[in-house]
Structure formats: structure tokens, C-alpha cells
């Protein structure tokens, strides 16, 4: 894992910061796309990020349902139920 991160190049680590800030990109797509999983993207997060702006995205992310597709699933099936 570790040597996966150090060699990201700075294209790389841009295009890893933008997806992890948009709302609608999952973890699952962004592993997909970038080829690394949730845990490392919140540290390639927390090391590129400045402190306070890291926290701010780690609380934006842990409430969101569509950063974690399996959840976003999950919660589509029982919308019917509820109508």
C-alpha cells in the first residue's frame, strides 16, 4: 500500500482529491478509477489536505450515503416501502 501512494504522481493525486470531493463519486468508482481502496484514499486525503479542511471532508463523506455504493443500494431498495 505504501508504495502504491508514494509513487502516485501529482496528475494522479489531483484526479484522486477531486473525485473523493465529489459527492456523487463512490469509493467503489474511485477504486475502480484510480485503483486504490477507501482506506487509502482518506490517507492520501489526510496527507494532501490541510488538517481542518480534512476534517471538514471526513465529515462531509461519513454521512453520505453515495460515497459507499453499497449503502446508496441498500437504501434504494427499502424507498419503496416507505411510500
Not at 6 to 16: A, G, H, S
Not at 32 to 44: D, H, M
Not at 54 to 72: A, P, Y
Request: hydrophobic share 35%; no cysteine; charged share 40%.
Amino acid at each position: 500500500m505504501k508504495d502504491k501512494l508514494k509513487n502516485l504522481t501529482t496528475e494522479q493525486i489531483d484526479v484522486i482529491l477531486r473525485l473523493a470531493w465529489e459527492d456523487r463519486t463512490s469509493f467503489e468508482q474511485i477504486e475502480r478509477r484510480a485503483g486504490l481502496t477507501e482506506a487509502e484514499v482518506i490517507t492520501v486525503m489526510r496527507r494532501e489536505l490541510k488538517p481542518r479542511s480534512f476534517k471538514m471532508w471526513r465529515e462531509r463523506v461519513s454521512g453520505r450515503v453515495t460515497k459507499h455504493r453499497k449503502r446508496f443500494k441498500s437504501d434504494e431498495s427499502h424507498k419503496g416501502s416507505f411510500e
